[in-house]
């Protein structure tokens, strides 16, 4: 199967708000968050399913998101909690669904049909409904590959630690070495399909240190953002998430050095004491692309 073709957006954070609470929703908007992900599964009690896809879907009608992306977390494929909630909320047109506990890629799949067919019967453009798998198990770990190119609805995928670490009997640590392996498969397979890969969620909301941390970490492993689940933890996320002004000053230099080289016929150069090829070229395209996504830059 080809990579996805996706128009991805920034997502430096994603912050989970509990699907029962119109007030939390709304304060999360206010916050300049990139994404938003109204929570019915983990966050919801099982009593309050069914009052929070109605919350969700008066959220989703009735509240201006900006610029602000709208996710709803949904419960896992094969519960039988799944078809309510994409019945109950899909009305609202959320931007994308994020769909827990992905252990093969039919499971995607599923969703992605159930999408495509509502859509023609609403007369909806077809694949605007973006899909976000967590993996957060052994096996979705050993079928990332799969996941990841299970429909072109797929945008990114996440790396769920906590349900992953309890899969294979790990003890959690503060510096994650226990799910390294997994961490860096999820985002090498995100990254081999043109996808995003968005980091795990920091439990201790006490320690913005190590949050800020982890979240050096992600970025220099190559995730896009993080799952975040606390407004204080909004702010360094994003700025964490994209470059910063050393960076961006750094990549337009190379940039324009490599210009001036190409127009002399010169391949690869030194600046400042550093080779330059292409390699790094790219990455400094990438880098005042991202700049420019985040507002810090304009190109």
């Known amino acids: ?53 109605a919350t969700i879907l008066e959220a989703l009608l009735s509240l201006d998101f900006g610029r602000c992306e709208r996710l709803v977390r949904v419960n896992p494929v094969g519960s039988d909690l799944l078809a ?4 109950a909320t899909l009305a609202g047109r959320p931007d994308g ?43 979705g770990v050993m079928n990332v590959r799969e996941i990841a190119l299970a429909s072109e609805r797929v945008d990114a995928l996440l790396f769920g630690a906590e349900d992953l670490a309890g899969d294979m009997g790990a003890v959690r640590t503060a510096a994650s070495w226990e799910v390294f392996y997994a961490r860096s498969a999820v985002v090498t397979a995100a990254k081999a399909y043109q996808l995003q890969a968005i980091d795990q969620v920091f439990f201790d909301l006490n320690d913005l240190a190590g949050f800020e941390t982890e979240c050096l970490f992600g970025r220099q492993l190559g995730y896009d953002g993080k799952m975040i689940i606390h407004p204080r933890q909004v702010e360094p996320a994003q700025r964490i998430f994209a470059p910063s002004s050393e960076e961006i000053q750094r990549a337009q230099r190379i940039l324009a050095a490599y210009a001036e080289q190409q127009a002399a016929g010169v391949g690869a150069f030194a600046l400042d004491g550093r080779m330059v090829d292409m390699p790094v070229v790219r990455a400094a395209e990438k880098v005042v692309t991202r700049a420019a996504e985040a507002g810090l830059l304009n190109i």
Do not use: C
């Open 84 to 87: 309510a909630d994409l019945d």
């Open 97 to 139: 669904y994020v769909i827990p506990k992905v252990d093969f890629d039919e499971q995607v799949q599923a969703v992605a049909e159930y999408l495509t067919l509502e859509e023609r019967r609403r007369g909806w453009p077809e694949g605007k409904i973006r899909l976000l798998p967590i993996v957060e198990s052994a096996l």
């Open 1 to 53: 199967m080809t990579p996805p073709q996706n128009n991805q957006r920034l997502r430096r954070s994603l912050l989970f708000m509990p699907g029962d609470s119109l007030r939390k929703i709304e304060k999360a908007i206010a916050l300049g968050v990139d994404s938003i992900v109204m929570d019915l599964e983990d966050g919801v009690a099982l009593s309050q399913k069914e009052a929070a896809r």
